[in-house]
């Protein structure tokens, strides 16, 4: 049959136009609710169904079965041992497979857009990207009615139906078509990159738009959190590039230029909101950036970004084997106890202390309290070897804007849990651009 006549993978492609909502009640017993997973895991039974004479499975697919095999086996043993309750595995059991559902689906929803239709991984690309674009357009509309709330020239009564259809519950910061300002920070970061290399390939300025509403909103979210994912991926893309001219050293004197470029547009930022927007939650949050005691505990929402994974990594120094796959609220209780008794002035923490539902953000660090040394080194050793395919696009033109998307991906991990939609979509379509046949197998 000719890639002309092939039909489409329809569900894949409504995965992806979906992307934007993960946050609408009821469609996920949990505050994170991608419902475009639903659509991931269609498309990968069918396509399980449909070629399951001939599957192709590469080397990156089979690290990320270790790894999953690995989290709900020995992940489940230790869980149970030491929680003596099964629940709070299967509520990370449920977190982990959507990630590792959505990785599956990429990487052969990637392979069957190109297979069908493209005569390249650019075009694929390409694509792809589209998807995202168009996906975009419907929530960056709903982002400017909040900017515009936000500043005082529409009526709440707008901010609250956006916040009943899609999720949101902060009333006084950028929601958008999330939960909150910290997630939206994510999306809206997400899609830079994406339309920037459309507008560089196309040379189509109605890509720029995208872009540029996709960084006020960043802005104006001022998350903590968006703080750590634009440093993360800033750091990443350096190494990144560097790794994939071959010139280290170049690379790290750009990186030093950068964070201090970056450290200078900081300071102008943190002096102008201080001297000329005062008494606004903005500059509150400022002021209390005099060392990492204060920031840590000047509300819940930063206790939370940043103690949290903190908790990860003494957890992890005191269990160095782990603690077991969803094992971490479980442990919350006692590590605020020991270190943290005055987080519990938030409503936030108390919610997590008391009813052993603590988040764990930064699956980067959370990885290694519940899965220990063996788990984790795992876990990173599939990650590391995704990202050594950075190689592949080497010829690819605009390659930078690809550099820095791919980045991202991992960078959400620093305060994201296993099922980040965003960093699995990234794995995927990096592990399936180029693959080499050698080191790929079909299993019959």
């Known amino acids: 049959m000719s890639k002309k006549n092939n039909p489409m993978p329809f569900f894949f492609i409504i995965a992806i136009l979906l992307l934007p909502y993960d946050a609408i009640k009821g469609v996920m ?100 990207f589209k998807l995202i674009f168009i996906a975009y357009l419907f929530p960056i509309f709903i982002w400017i009615l909040d900017i515009l709330f936000i500043n005082g020239h529409l009526p709440f009564s707008i901010k609250q ?51 540029l509403v996709g960084f006020v909103t960043f802005i104006l979210t001022f998350s903590l959190q968006g703080v750590a994912y634009l440093s993360g991926t800033t750091i990443l893309y350096f190494f990144l590039k560097g790794y994939l001219n071959g010139k280290l050293g170049v690379t790290i004197k750009n990186l030093i230029i950068a964070i201090l470029i970056i450290s200078l547009i900081a300071y102008i930022f943190y002096f102008i909101t201080i001297n000329y927007l005062p008494n606004t939650y903005y500059s509150k949050r400022l002021e209390n950036l005099t060392s990492l005691q204060s920031l840590l505990f000047s509300d819940g929402s930063s206790f939370i970004r940043i103690g949290i994974p903190i908790i990860s990594v003494l957890i992890f120094r005191d269990n160095i084997f782990g603690v077991g796959l969803g094992a971490y609220p479980y442990y919350f209780p006692m590590y605020v106890n020991k270190y943290f008794q005055e987080s519990l002035k938030f409503n936030e923490v108390q919610k997590y202390y008391f009813e052993n539902s603590a988040p764990g953000g930064s699956a980067l660090l959370r990885v290694l309290a519940e899965f220990g040394i063996l788990g984790s080194l795992i876990f990173y050793n599939f990650i590391i070897k995704v990202y050594q395919n950075v190689k592949k696009i080497k010829g690819f033109r605009y390659n930078n804007y690809l550099l820095f998307w791919f980045s991202l991906g991992v960078s959400f991990l620093l305060q994201e849990g296993y099922a980040c939609v965003q960093f699995w979509l990234t794995l995927g379509v990096l592990s399936s651009i180029k693959n080499n046949e050698r080191n790929e197998k079909v299993f019959k």
């Open 29 to 128: 017993p949990s505050s994170y609710r991608p419902i475009s997973v639903y659509f991931f895991l269609i498309f990968l039974i069918l396509y399980i169904l449909k070629y399951r004479s001939g599957i192709i499975v590469n080397a990156d697919i089979k690290r990320s079965l270790y790894f999953y095999i690995y989290a709900i086996t020995v992940g489940f043993v230790l869980s149970v041992l030491n929680t003596g309750d099964p629940s709070f595995f299967l509520n990370q059991f449920f977190s982990l497979s959507m990630g590792i559902v959505t990785f599956l689906s990429v990487f052969w929803g990637f392979r069957k857009l190109k297979k069908n239709k493209f005569e390249s991984d650019e075009q694929t690309i390409e694509f792809l």
């Open 161 to 211: 139906f956006i916040m009943t259809v899609f999720g949101g519950f902060q009333s006084n910061r950028l929601t958008g078509t999330t939960l909150e300002a910290s997630w939206l920070s994510k999306h809206a970061l997400f899609i830079i990159p994406v339309n920037l290399y459309l507008y560089k390939t196309l040379k189509k300025k109605i890509y720029l738009l995208p872009a």
